[in-house]
């Protein structure tokens, strides 16, 4: 294994991740839906399935990239990824756009956590240091939110072009380009999980993401319950624009908008970090979901668009900044594992709640469901985001020199030193 092989490693993951998200469907997702019969609830409730999917395999996926490797993992989800896309050729009804979802959960499940856990594992082995491993969130959320924004755009053009089945073909041919990326990698070296206990090893992992420190235990509930204030408008920005009268072919634009935003937002994250500050930041992306609720259905057009658009810069800085934080606390050994279960608390959460925001809106419509949105967004707010910054602020205070500090994670006995929620590990003397 040479540096230049593991150097090509960082740009092929990337570029999977790139393909992986690459979904020229998602701008009309619901319209597409809605074209196979599927009312809103529906639509929210194959979300909830998505999720269940995930909910269901994606620790044992996280799990298994640990125990097996990243590379093989990561080829299994590839192929699932292409299964799934290639679905959409036959979708007809909510039963057989289950099977779509079946297929796309699984996939999400390998590549997640797996993906993040080969980019940090080959930036230790190429020896870059903390401040490489920190862009690596960063990198992979940008590239994959970019492709997300070149998707849309492609999307419009086929729509004003050729028609809704074109976006479907293209969509089950690029379905397959992660499992060549995928096949072109390299397992690069890692700790692995002793294959011996695994009941152990969930509960060793558990302990330490919940019993380390109040930073953690903090950030990984905000990437489980946070997550979701940001999460529930995709799936309800399509609606508002259809009910606005926008024409069909001009959501990819108006998506791919959206995404660009994402994308810079996430790759200047740890920048406006460092300027604003850990307390300013975490208060913007607490509280902007909110105001976006209340701004989509009260200003218009074009007021709707500007106010959507704080749901997209939150979600950009918020989860770079939280995967940061999570990724950066944990080691090799079992971080797919770790960034898995807070997937698992996403979706899990999600389920429960996705279809009840369906209803909400099926029963009373677009406005009494965004402003109960921006209610629980407040909630989430107050009770956890603003517990985080005591906590961040209480850690940041107590930060020791940077000559004192170790590289590498220890055991229970270690704490985590903090500059904002841009984290080094640091020795904590036994109690």
């Given at each position: 294994?040479?540096?230049?092989?593991?150097?090509?490693?960082?740009?092929?993951?990337?570029?999977?991740?790139?393909?992986?998200?690459?979904?020229?469907?998602?701008?009309?997702?619901?319209p597409?839906?809605?074209?196979?019969?599927?009312s809103?609830?529906?639509?929210?409730?194959l979300?909830?399935?998505?999720?269940?999917?995930?909910?269901?395999s994606?620790?044992?996926?996280?799990?298994?990239?640990?125990?097996?490797?990243?590379?093989?993992?990561?080829?299994?989800g590839?192929?699932?990824?292409?299964?799934?896309?290639?679905?959409?050729l036959?979708?007809?009804?909510?039963?057989?756009?289950a099977?779509?979802?079946?297929?796309?959960?699984i996939?999400?499940?390998?590549?997640?956590?797996?993906?993040?856990?080969?980019?940090y594992?080959?930036?230790?082995?190429l020896g870059?240091?903390?401040?490489?491993?920190?862009?690596?969130?960063?990198?992979?959320?940008?590239?994959?939110?970019?492709?997300?924004?070149?998707?849309a755009?492609?999307?419009?053009?086929?729509?004003?072009?050729a028609s809704?089945?074109?976006v479907i073909?293209?969509?089950?041919?690029v379905?397959?380009?992660?499992?060549?990326f995928?096949?072109?990698?390299?397992?690069?070296p890692?700790?692995r999980?002793?294959?011996t206990?695994?009941?152990?090893?969930?509960?060793?992992?558990?302990?330490?993401?919940?019993?380390s420190?109040?930073?953690?235990?903090?950030t990984?509930?905000?990437?489980c319950?946070w997550?979701?204030?940001?999460?529930?408008?995709?799936?309800?920005?399509?609606?508002?624009?259809?009910?606005?009268?926008?024409?069909?072919?001009?959501?990819?634009?108006?998506?791919?908008?959206?995404?660009?935003?994402?994308?810079?937002?996430?790759?200047y994250?740890?920048?406006v970090?460092?300027?604003l500050?850990?307390?300013?930041?975490?208060?913007?992306?607490g509280?902007?979901p909110?105001?976006?609720y209340?701004?989509l259905?009260?200003?218009?057009?074009?007021?709707?668009?500007?106010?959507?658009?704080?749901f997209?810069?939150?979600?950009?800085?918020g989860?770079?900044?939280?995967r940061?934080a999570?990724?950066?606390r944990?080691?090799?050994?079992f971080?797919?594992?770790?960034?898995?279960?807070t997937?698992?608390?996403f979706?899990?959460?999600?389920?429960?709640?996705?279809?009840i925001?369906?209803?909400?809106?099926?029963?009373?419509?677009?406005?009494?469901?965004?402003?109960a949105?921006?209610?629980?967004?407040?909630?989430i707010?107050?009770?956890l985001?603003?517990?985080?910054?005591?906590?961040?602020?209480?850690?940041?205070?107590?930060?020791?020199?940077?000559s004192?500090?170790?590289?590498?994670?220890?055991?229970?006995?270690?704490?985590?030193?903090?500059?904002?929620?841009?984290?080094?590990?640091?020795?904590e003397?036994?109690k």
């Amino acid at each position: 294994m040479t540096a230049q092989q593991l150097q090509s490693n960082l740009i092929r993951t990337l570029w999977l991740g790139f393909f992986q998200v690459f979904l020229v469907i998602m701008p009309i997702a619901v319209p597409f839906f809605q074209s196979k019969g599927l009312s809103m609830q529906e639509v929210f409730s194959l979300q909830a399935l998505f999720g269940l999917v995930v909910l269901i395999s994606e620790v044992p996926s996280g799990y298994l990239a640990d125990l097996i490797g990243r590379r093989q993992t990561l080829i299994i989800g590839a192929v699932f990824a292409g299964i799934g896309q290639s679905l959409l050729l036959t979708a007809d009804g909510f039963w057989t756009l289950a099977l779509f979802e079946l297929a796309l959960g699984i996939s999400h499940s390998l590549i997640s956590g797996a993906d993040i856990a080969l980019l940090y594992d080959t930036e230790l082995a190429l020896g870059r240091g903390a401040q490489a491993q920190r862009q690596v969130v960063g990198r992979l959320f940008s590239f994959r939110t970019f492709s997300e924004a070149a998707a849309a755009v492609v999307c419009s053009v086929l729509l004003l072009t050729a028609s809704m089945d074109w976006v479907i073909y293209l969509q089950a041919a690029v379905g397959w380009l992660p499992l060549f990326f995928a096949l072109t990698l390299i397992e690069p070296p890692m700790q692995r999980l002793d294959q011996t206990s695994h009941t152990a090893n969930m509960l060793r992992i558990c302990r330490f993401l919940l019993g380390s420190s109040s930073v953690l235990r903090l950030t990984v509930l905000a990437l489980c319950i946070w997550s979701l204030t940001t999460f529930y408008a995709v799936w309800l920005l399509q609606k508002l624009w259809e009910l606005q009268g926008i024409p069909l072919q001009h959501f990819g634009y108006l998506w791919a908008g959206l995404c660009v935003v994402a994308a810079l937002s996430g790759r200047y994250a740890h920048a406006v970090e460092k300027r604003l500050g850990t307390t300013t930041l975490l208060v913007l992306i607490g509280l902007a979901p909110a105001l976006g609720y209340l701004g989509l259905d009260g200003f218009g057009v074009v007021g709707a668009y500007v106010a959507s658009l704080s749901f997209f810069i939150s979600r950009g800085f918020g989860m770079v900044v939280l995967r940061d934080a999570l990724n950066s606390r944990v080691p090799s050994e079992f971080r797919a594992t770790a960034n898995s279960l807070t997937s698992f608390g996403f979706r899990g959460v999600f389920v429960i709640t996705g279809p009840i925001v369906g209803y909400s809106f099926d029963l009373w419509g677009m406005e009494v469901t965004l402003l109960a949105l921006a209610l629980g967004t407040v909630v989430i707010f107050v009770t956890l985001i603003v517990p985080l910054i005591y906590a961040t602020r209480r850690l940041d205070s107590e930060t020791i020199e940077p000559s004192e500090r170790i590289e590498g994670v220890e055991s229970g006995a270690a704490r985590v030193a903090v500059s904002g929620c841009s984290v080094s590990v640091v020795e904590e003397p036994s109690k």
